[in-house]
């Protein structure tokens, strides 16, 4: 079964800071992972993809197999990080059927 | 500014009393989603409609039906929603043509049921 964990409920950090924001799934075969975001009083949208291999907003993620995980990390945190952050995968192929996470809230203060 | 619209934003209905949410977007995707989002829940996949092909999920409840009449519009009809059907309700659009591309989302609608 498709399954996205997100250990974290909430993550609460002081500006300046690391974070470290914990994704792990179960997929039999190789999905594609993916970040979302959801900023206080906006819709969800995407903050980056394993695929592309990029940093956005100062956030990477690597996609580690062996572990099953995706752990977004950013080396400085910064009060404009605060929301909530989703983990999700989906089937390489298809109709890119969102599985997510339950999401975990990122506090920075300052 | 190409986007997804929902409306209404907050809809309140009766118990048993068949309520629609409706979902627009101006960005001519190919694939129409509405997911189910419950309090500290996960977003959870109903069904989509790919062009006009409807994909229902093996596990979204009959009492859940969708209308997509063209490519701009989809609607979510909730036949008899039960206290158990409050929730945020999101829709989301994506171009599909091979690949991984990305999904945009509404607002989402937040429905009560009394």
């Given at each position: 079964?498709?399954?996205v964990?997100?250990?974290?409920?909430?993550?609460?950090?002081?500006?300046?800071a690391?974070v470290?924001?914990?994704?792990?799934?179960?997929?039999?075969?190789s999905?594609?992972?993916?970040?979302y975001?959801?900023?206080?009083r906006q819709r969800?949208?995407l903050?980056?993809?394993?695929?592309?291999?990029?940093s956005?907003?100062?956030?990477t993620?690597?996609?580690?197999?062996?572990e099953t995980?995706?752990?977004?990390?950013?080396?400085?945190?910064?009060?404009?990080?605060?929301?909530m952050?989703?983990?999700a995968?989906?089937?390489?192929?298809?109709f890119?059927?969102?599985?997510?996470?339950?999401?975990?809230?990122?506090?920075?203060?300052p | 500014?190409?986007?997804?619209?929902?409306?209404?934003?907050y809809q309140?209905t009766?118990?048993?009393?068949?309520?629609?949410?409706?979902?627009?977007?101006?960005?001519?995707?190919?694939?129409?989603?509405?997911?189910?989002?419950?309090?500290?829940q996960?977003p959870k996949?109903?069904?989509?409609y790919?062009d006009?092909?409807?994909?229902?999920?093996?596990?979204?409840?009959?009492?859940?039906q969708?209308?997509?009449?063209n490519?701009?519009?989809?609607?979510l009809?909730?036949?008899s929603?039960?206290?158990?059907?409050?929730?945020?309700?999101?829709?989301?659009?994506?171009?599909?043509?091979?690949g991984?591309?990305?999904?945009?989302f509404?607002?989402g609608?937040?429905?009560?049921?009394t």
């Open positions: 079964a498709q399954r964990t997100q250990p974290e409920k909430l993550l609460s950090v002081f500006k300046g690391p470290e924001l914990k994704c792990n799934y179960s997929y039999s075969g999905p594609e992972l993916f970040w975001v959801q900023y206080s969800l949208q903050l980056l993809r394993h695929i592309s291999r990029e956005i907003k100062g956030f993620a690597d996609l580690n197999k062996g995980s995706f752990h977004l990390k950013k080396p400085f945190a910064q009060e404009e990080d605060s929301a952050y989703y983990c995968l989906t089937s390489p192929t298809g890119q059927k969102l599985v997510f996470g339950t999401g975990t809230r990122l506090l920075v203060s | 500014d190409a986007m997804v619209i929902q409306n209404p934003r309140v009766q118990f048993g009393k068949p309520v629609t949410l409706s979902c627009s977007q101006t960005l001519n995707h190919n694939v129409m989603y509405w997911y189910q989002q419950k309090s500290s996960a996949l109903l069904f989509h790919y006009k092909d409807f994909n229902n999920e093996a596990d979204t409840p009959d009492n859940f969708s209308r997509r009449p490519t701009s519009f989809c609607f009809d909730i036949r929603p039960g206290l158990g059907d409050a929730a945020m309700y999101l829709c989301a659009t994506s171009e599909v043509r091979g991984s591309y990305e999904q945009y509404g607002p609608t937040r429905l009560t049921v």
